[in-house]
């Protein structure tokens, strides 16, 4: 695993999740924060293949099912997600409808396709660099929680939107569904383990290039790291 | 013996399990991986102090937040108005508790108990005091931290005053203005506490105790 940097696993080190404390990697609980500790996250890829196929099945009923009905003087409105972007669309509102479409279609599926092919590349070839993958990876996580938006706009309509008789709105059973993906692609997203990717990094592509330097940013890289004798084994 | 000056030594990037020496930051240096780019530490000489003093006032302003009105309709002349509460509890009533919880939590209850644990955690950091419980504590503030959906509600909260316009007045309350302040707080406060020097002088403590 060692491919010309210095990996805590080539030395024989894991790092905690929690604390980012350097372990030996036969420890079970971190001496500092006592987490246990892993060298990669547990069963990483079943994990994460198992929570985003949830994610990925309950995103049919949250886009099939409605997730607002507005009552307006008796009669009763149910829109899905699709169906309230296009409601935006017809009231002019396009920038707001843009958000919405975002938030609730492109970012969840965008999220999905790359935990997969995240996922198979690990087991299988790979395209582009592992850098260019641990970017795709560090945008879904990033993205992730943006999603939520639908569902926060639907729980604020409900709240303010009350006048029995004359016009209400409620939660449609697609605002559960359509949480329970988030959450789900969230901790998904958490499960994967980008260093499942370096690990497969042959050595000779590793960027010998100076780092990008940024003038608030300072690389400190000491090429012979030499733990401490904490680190020691045996 | 001033242990502000103390570094941890050696940190492995998250994303390619790369390891950096880094006991040579000086205030206000930012320190990443220069395989991958990943975020390794960020180190600020007084940051407790800072985030303490930032966590107390997005505290004041959740609060603040949650007991005033937070946005009023006027639909010809007939009134409804919503507190932030009423935003998660609202959904109870039409028997969608799981939704309910999760939007309180995402909202409210997360950011509030990370905030009131980060000032106990900074707190005792700046102090320089130990505690017995500052290691629970800091599990699970840096558990919780990713789970807080401020922000996002935020833009939820924008996207709704567009879909309102069209068919009522809006007015704004005093609560939407300290949850506006609250948020971009709340961030500050929990970027600034950083993973690596936090866990750092939490073991300094239990060391020199």
Partial sequence: ?234 | MDQRHDFPGYLACQSCDSMFDVSRLRDGDTASCSRCGGFLTRYVADQFVQVVAIAIAALVLLALGCSYPFMTLNLNGLESGMTLPQVALSLIAHRMPLLSISVAAFIIVIPAVVLILVIALAGAIALERHFDWLRPVGRLIFTLQSWSMVEVFFLGVLVSLVKISGIAMVEMGFAFWAYAVFSFLFLLAVTGLDRAQCWHQIEQLSQHE
């Fill in chain 1, 1 to 234: 695993m060692s491919n010309g940097f210095n990996t805590a696993s080539s030395r024989g080190l894991a790092c905690c999740h929690l604390c980012l404390k350097l372990v030996r990697q036969d420890s079970h609980l971190c001496p500092r924060c006592g987490t246990a500790v892993h060298q990669r996250k547990a069963n990483s890829l079943e994990r994460t293949l198992a929570l985003i196929v949830t994610a990925s099945l309950l995103y049919i009923p949250a886009n099939l099912l409605p997730i607002m009905i507005t009552t307006s003087l008796g009669e009763v409105t149910e829109s899905t997600i699709i169906g309230g972007v296009l409601l935006l669309v017809d009231m002019g509102s396009i920038a707001i409808a843009l958000v919405i479409f975002f938030a609730s279609v492109v970012i969840p599926l965008t999220k999905m396709a790359v935990i997969y092919y995240l996922c198979w590349s690990v087991k299988r070839g790979r395209l582009g660099t592992a850098r260019q993958r641990t970017l795709l990876y560090r945008m879904v996580e990033f993205i992730g929680k943006w999603s939520m938006i639908d569902v926060f706009v639907v729980a604020i309509l409900v709240a303010l939107i009350n006048w029995s008789g004359l016009l209400m709105v409620r939660p449609g059973p697609a605002a559960l569904a359509f949480a329970g993906v988030v959450i789900l692609s969230m901790i998904a997203a958490e499960s994967f383990d980008p260093r499942l990717m370096w690990d497969l990094e042959p050595p000779a592509e590793q960027p010998n290039k100076k780092p990008v330097e940024r003038p608030v940013v300072k690389f400190v890289v000491k090429p012979d790291v030499k733990p401490g004798q904490e680190f020691e084994s045996e």
